[in-house]
């Protein structure tokens, strides 16, 4: 190796947790750590995103760091929004701390946002590498997010709890799923909870034609209960509700899931994910491979540009959409 690349070559790495927590961003952590340990890099953790990089928040990791933490859901690290991050001169200052702690390259575990603020950082001369963790699946260059899967079995049990009660009481329940602007968990769940319909944000709706329709077709075929999914982005679900009960006069309650679907303890598919996302993270900068996000196409771990990879969308499945009207009829 020339000394050139000696010089350059990564010894030191830096690993936040940012935006949004996800269950699994520990997993995550873990397996960055450990994997670094593995490939002999010194790892330091550094705390609250990018508002610890911005304040110096910043400590080396060992094995013992990270015991004890793959069963946890939120993120040991902590998680911020930094306002001032999102300015020019937020990263030249995130830029500078990482030079003050000599880190050769960054891995952040985070969303959307967060991949923004590291493609800022890469672009100024900090190697990064992305690892997308959110409970919404909405990142575009990737099939899987980590705490997806958490999230959505959260909200199954949840929608099962309703149901059990709203049956009981032969009622209609309007449950609120979280996806910022993404309909994945609100039309997954709305399939694995045997919702009658679900309003998500990438398709219009009429509420007589896809809400109160239905229900009535239920109740005219001697259904008693029924469960309505709405995801965050579209909202207004306490409206929906009092206009199901003005047109049809059933008992319509709502449940807004809220933060509950962000909590618990990951599930296997995401431990694994998180753990496979982290290692590969560590593998790529063991090997001078920077600005690049790790992701899931179908079951494969892969890596992206980052900059190619926050261009990139993706959309909902329309086969699942139909299908999911498909199976509510009654
Ligand atoms: P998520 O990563 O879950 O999408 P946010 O959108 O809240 O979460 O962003 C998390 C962090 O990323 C914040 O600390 C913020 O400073 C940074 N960030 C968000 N958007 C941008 C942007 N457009 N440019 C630079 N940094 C950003």
Avoid: W
Avoid at 34 to 56: M, N, P, S, W
Wanted: hydrophobic share 40%.
């Amino acid at each position: 190796m020339s000394k050139m690349q000696e010089e350059k070559k990564i010894q030191r790495i830096g690993v936040l947790t940012s935006g949004g927590d996800a269950p699994g961003m520990n997993a995550a952590l873990r397996a960055v750590v450990r994997a670094g340990l593995y490939h002999k890099l010194q790892v330091f953790g550094i705390k609250r995103g990018y508002e610890g990089l911005l304040d110096g928040e910043i400590s080396e990791m060992n094995a013992h760091s990270v015991s004890n933490i793959i069963n946890r859901g939120g993120t040991v690290l902590l998680t911020a929004r930094s306002k001032e991050f999102q300015s020019e001169e937020g990263i030249k200052r995130g830029k500078a701390m990482a030079d003050i702690f000599k880190l050769d390259a960054l891995v952040v575990i985070g969303g959307d946002g967060s991949f923004r603020g590291a493609r800022d950082l890469h672009r100024i001369g900090v190697p990064v590498i992305g690892i997308p963790a959110t409970i919404d699946n909405d990142i575009g260059c990737t099939d899987y997010t980590i705490g997806y899967d958490t999230a959505m079995n959260t909200v199954k049990e949840a929608i099962d709890r309703i149901k059990d009660t709203a049956s009981s009481h032969e009622r209609c329940s309007v449950v609120e799923v979280m996806g910022r602007n993404a309909g994945y968990i609100a039309l997954n769940c709305g399939i694995a909870g045997g919702a009658e319909a679900c309003i998500i944000p990438e398709k219009k709706f009429d509420i007589n034609e896809d809400i109160i329709k239905p229900i009535l077709s239920c109740r005219n075929a001697g259904k008693h209960h029924y469960i309505i999914i709405v995801a965050e982005g579209v909202g207004g679900s306490v409206e929906i509700a009092e206009k199901i009960k003005e047109a049809t006069g059933i008992t319509t309650n709502t449940t807004i899931l809220g933060h509950q679907q962000r909590g618990g303890s990951p599930t296997v598919r995401d431990r694994v994910v998180a753990s496979l996302m982290g290692a590969e993270a560590v593998s790529l900068l063991a090997r001078g491979i920077t600005g690049r996000i790790v992701a899931m196409k179908g079951e494969n771990v892969v890596d992206l540009d980052i900059e190619e990879a926050l261009g990139m969308t993706k959309s909902i499945d329309e086969g699942l959409i139909e299908t999911s009207k498909i199976l509510s009829l009654y």
